[in-house]
């Protein structure tokens, strides 16, 4: 997969996503078999998000590498793959967690994230991704700095579940 990256963590919808893939010229992506302008585009699946507007279901767009065949989805980096809680929720409970204030502000905000959910979610970041970010300095808020360091260190998003390889486009600046 491929993840774009986007500043607004706070916002997602289906024309929010639309409008950052039309941004992304797909010959400037790189194939995690290294390889660039390979790309063609490969059909779409859904996926559900939960957000404080109730559960947001996207259209997420694929591409095809025409060399080595690896289908990616283009996700943007306000999103977790395979996980439904956006990456800003993900941040939000691990902030909760690390001033031990209580969730009820997460309940309260997403009425679909319970318990279970935030349970899992500190399980994740304590068990793999705190003991990483702390040995590199890394602060678990600044999310630029982050992101970039999980994608450049171990392929994937922050608190990403699964090791599909995932990689980072940031737009130039
Ligand atoms: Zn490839």
């Not at 939000?92 to 502000?105: A, W």
């Not at 702390?134 to 998003?157: A, D, N, P, R, T």
Request: proline share 2%; charged share 20%; hydrophobic share 35%.
């Amino acid at each position: 997969m491929i993840t774009i990256y986007v500043k607004d963590i706070n916002h997602i919808s289906q024309k929010l996503y639309d409008d950052v893939i039309a941004m992304v010229n797909i010959r400037k992506l790189t194939c995690t078999c290294g390889n660039c302008r390979c790309f063609i585009q490969h059909g779409s699946y859904n996926r559900t998000v939960k957000t404080s507007n109730g559960a947001v279901r996207l259209r997420i767009n694929r591409v095809k590498c025409t060399i080595c065949g690896c289908t990616h989805a283009l996700l943007l980096s306000s999103i977790i793959p395979y996980s439904q809680i956006s990456l800003k929720d993900q941040m939000d409970i691990i902030n909760c967690y690390e001033n031990q204030s209580g969730y009820d502000r997460i309940f309260e905000s997403v009425f679909s994230i319970d318990e279970s959910n935030v349970h899992s979610v500190i399980l994740r970041y304590c068990r793999y991704w705190k003991p990483h970010i702390l040995s590199h300095g890394i602060s678990v808020f600044s999310i630029e700095l982050l992101l970039k360091y999980c994608f450049s260190i171990f392929q994937k998003q922050f608190i990403q579940i699964k090791s599909t390889s995932n990689r980072l486009f940031m737009f130039p600046t």
